[in-house]
Structures are given as structure tokens and as C-alpha cells.
């Protein structure tokens, strides 16, 4: 069970997968004021309404998006992509770490011209 989870989490679309969900909200972290109080989202994103008539500025507090980079599911994000990377490096980076060293590389001059 638990070699079958590492080897979910090893899979290299998976890391690619949470690095540009990251990388999304990391952008949108940047475009977006961070730590401003209520009055400066109010003020700013007055006229942006979403569909279901959602305003802009009560949908970047109830998700957090105000403070992205302190949020649960941001840290949660970077935990699972950190877990991907670890995991690939357990199961494809030292064994073929290992095969590698098993190599004899030649540097006698008679091994070159026996080829």
C-alpha cells in the first residue's frame, strides 16, 4: 500500500501537474494586493462583478486569495508537489544513481585500443 502511494506521487505529469498550479496562483498572488485591508478590496474591485452576481471582492476573501500565500491550500499545494519531488527522487534518482556507479570507465590507453 504505502510503495503504491510513493509510486503515485513519483509520477513525473503529477509534479508537473502541481508545479503549474503553483505557479498560477503564484502569479495571481503577484497581480493581486496581499495583506490590504477590507476597505482597499471594496474600493478597488467595486465594479467587478462575477456571474451569479458574485462580487470580485468577497470572492478574493472567502478564498483567500487576499493572502495566497499563507492559506491552507497553498501550503497544502507546495506540501504535495515538495512530496512529489522527494518520492521521485527515492524511486528513479538513487537507483539510477547506483546503476551508475556500478559503470567502469575506461582510462587505461591499452582498453581504447583493444576496441
Same mark, same amino acid.
Given at each position: 500500500m504505502k510503495l503504491k502511494i510513493l509510486r503515485t506521487f513519483a509520477q513525473l505529469n503529477l509534479a508537473i501537474f502541481f508545479l503549474l498550479i503553483v505557479a498560477t #496562483? !503564484?502569479?495571481?498572488?503577484?497581480?493581486?494586493?496581499?495583506?490590504? /485591508?477590507? &476597505? $482597499?478590496y471594496k474600493e478597488i474591485y467595486a465594479g467587478?462583478?462575477?456571474p %451569479?452576481? +458574485?462580487l470580485f471582492w468577497k470572492f478574493l476573501l472567502?478564498? %483567500? +486569495? &487576499?493572502?495566497? $500565500? =499563507?492559506?491552507?491550500?497553498?501550503l497544502t499545494l507546495l506540501f504535495l508537489f515538495g512530496t512529489c519531488l522527494v518520492c521521485c527522487t527515492f524511486t528513479?534518482?538513487?537507483?539510477?544513481?547506483?546503476?551508475?556507479?556500478?559503470? /567502469?570507465? =575506461?582510462?587505461?590507453? /591499452? !582498453? #581504447? =585500443?583493444?576496441?
Open positions: #496562483f !503564484s502569479i495571481l498572488g503577484t497581480i493581486i494586493e496581499q495583506d490590504q /485591508n477590507l &476597505d $482597499y467587478v462583478i462575477l %451569479g452576481n +458574485l472567502f478564498f %483567500g +486569495l &487576499d493572502h495566497i $500565500y =499563507k492559506t491552507w491550500w497553498f528513479q534518482q538513487f537507483p539510477t544513481l547506483q546503476l551508475a556507479r556500478r559503470c /567502469n570507465f =575506461k582510462t587505461k590507453l /591499452n !582498453s #581504447f =585500443k583493444r576496441q
